[in-house]
């Protein structure tokens, strides 16, 4: 049975007394009352005059915090940990990998991080007659989190241990520009990165996570970059690529794809090294953009490309694939097989729309639903690791989309709640899909979002200007939160 929710956005605008743009969390004083009904703002639809700015909606979420780590970072993955595995209360802490675009080679490095005391609070859901009785006291309470969500320094004065996110970072220098990095889901100190250097390259990360262990806030000593052997390093691809999955079953199995249209994979042998084949899968007529091992087969995974197919391969015949459709019109740039529903892969296309493909029956323009919302190319795209019809998506118009399949329009819904924004001056979008569950905006060309396996609707995102970690706080009314 299809549910229905009401819709939450992290930006919305208002007219300001000054033209410059709110960090995440910094309280905002010097604004003025709104000269004109405050709105959600789209991004490609609405433009921003003088003296406007955006301004984030505090009571959206259950939590938001930010950090940087000096270089923006393409990539990153979420190390699993042993801390439970399934957590919801508050403060949280979490282990994450990452790769830095420097400006020099020599400057890059995989970056292990520790974030600890990761605060928030759960919100109650409301309805529009609820939030009109308590509006004064939802003021107050924007005010106080606009003081508590203050963005985290990359600097140990800039945290207190108290009231304030810890962050610890483990340098390791890597030769060139990190394209994408994957933690192992069975042994999550195995990290595999790909580099702009043509060398896929594993390590082994498991020292610096012992060394962070304690919480303790890094010293200066800390933040200098060391250099380590990596376990192993593979040359054979012809060139750079993106595309790189570790297998959910077999532990060690690794894919890698290339811009010259190549798969290679990675069986793990017993001394703690790798056979990688000399012989790649082929297919493709142009650069494999994402991998994706099946989370039920051991022997199956899918891959998308610059050539708009969507192919499904088996690892025992690599004469050739065993399904390939034309998905996309475009690039499919990132691909998402559902760890839950195991029939559905959902795909990111450069032209800004995605599309959710059924196994059971996939044929090209069988999709199951196609969206186009977004105005510029899908960037990262993944389903939620606690429920089945739920996903995120990132594009190159700088935000961050969850999206509910589950959902459906309903009209006495719509109807309670456009009384309410009118009453209140305000105004929303009336052309949005119903299934567009919640809009995150403030970070400058996201790249990557990551659900937390562990954490109930925890997201992590990277985008030019730094990592966000959010949780949204319409997200409690789903099944399970």
């Not at 605008?13 to 009352?33: F, H, Y």
């Not at 970072?169 to 030769?175: G, K, S």
């Not at 309410?420 to 809009?439: G, N, T, Y």
Request: aromatic share 8%; proline share 5%.
């Amino acid at each position: 049975m299809a549910r229905t929710k009401k819709k939450a956005h992290g930006g919305k605008k208002s007219k300001a007394t000054r033209n410059d743009v709110m960090q995440v969390g910094e309280a905002s004083n010097a604004i003025q009352q709104p000269q004109q009904p405050t709105k959600v703002w789209q991004p490609g639809v609405d433009g921003m005059e003088d003296g406007e700015e955006l301004q984030f909606d505090p009571t959206a979420y259950d939590c938001l915090h930010a950090f940087h780590l000096g270089w923006p970072c393409l990539s990153f993955d979420v190390m699993r940990d042993s801390q439970g595995v399934l957590r919801t209360d508050f403060p949280h802490s979490l282990f994450c990998v990452s790769g830095t675009q420097a400006d020099q080679p020599a400057n890059n490095a995989v970056a292990v991080v520790r974030l600890a005391n990761i605060t928030g609070q759960r919100r109650k859901p409301k309805t529009p007659s609820a939030m009109e009785e308590d509006e004064s006291e939802s003021e107050s309470e924007s005010e106080s989190d606009e003081e508590e969500d203050e963005s985290m320094g990359t600097e140990p004065n800039h945290v207190s241990q108290s009231k304030h996110p810890v962050l610890q970072v483990r340098f390791v220098a890597h030769q060139g520009c990190v394209n994408r990095v994957r933690a192992m889901m069975q042994q999550p100190h195995i990290v595999a990165t790909w580099g702009d250097s043509g060398y896929v390259q594993v390590w082994d990360m498991a020292a610096h996570i012992r060394s962070m262990s304690g919480g303790i806030p890094d010293g200066p000593g800390l933040r200098t970059t060391v250099r380590q052997a990596p376990l192993q390093i593979f040359t054979g691809h012809k060139d750079e690529g993106f595309a790189l999955d570790w297998s959910p079953i077999t532990a060690g199995r690794l894919l890698s794809g290339d811009c010259r249209n190549a798969i290679h994979l990675w069986e793990p042998t017993t001394g703690g090294k790798w056979i990688v084949d000399k012989k790649p899968f082929q297919g493709h007529s142009a650069s494999v953009e994402d991998l994706q091992w099946s989370p039920t087969e051991a022997d199956v995974f899918a891959s998308c490309s610059v050539d708009g197919t969507l192919r499904i391969w088996d690892t025992r015949h690599r004469e050739q694939s065993a399904i390939s459709i034309k998905a996309h019109d475009a690039d499919i740039n990132v691909i998402s097989w559902n760890r839950l529903a195991s029939c559905m892969i959902a795909s990111g296309c450069d032209d800004g729309t995605f599309r959710i493909w059924d196994l059971r029956s996939l044929k090209e323009d069988a999709f199951v639903a196609h969206f186009k919302y977004h105005k510029g190319a899908i960037t990262s795209i993944e389903w939620s690791p606690h429920e089945a019809s739920t996903l995120s998506v990132t594009s190159a118009d700088h935000q961050l989309t969850i999206w509910d399949l589950s959902l459906e329009r309903d009209a006495e819904e719509e109807a309670e709640y456009q009384a309410f924004l009118k009453q209140q001056q305000a105004e929303a979008p009336a052309d949005l899909p119903p299934q567009l569950l919640f809009v995150h905006q403030g970070q400058k060309d996201l790249k990557e979002v990551h659900w937390h396996p562990q954490i109930k609707d925890l997201l992590i995102s990277t985008a030019a200007d730094g990592f966000n970690i959010l949780r949204p706080s319409n997200l409690e009314n789903l099944p399970g939160a």
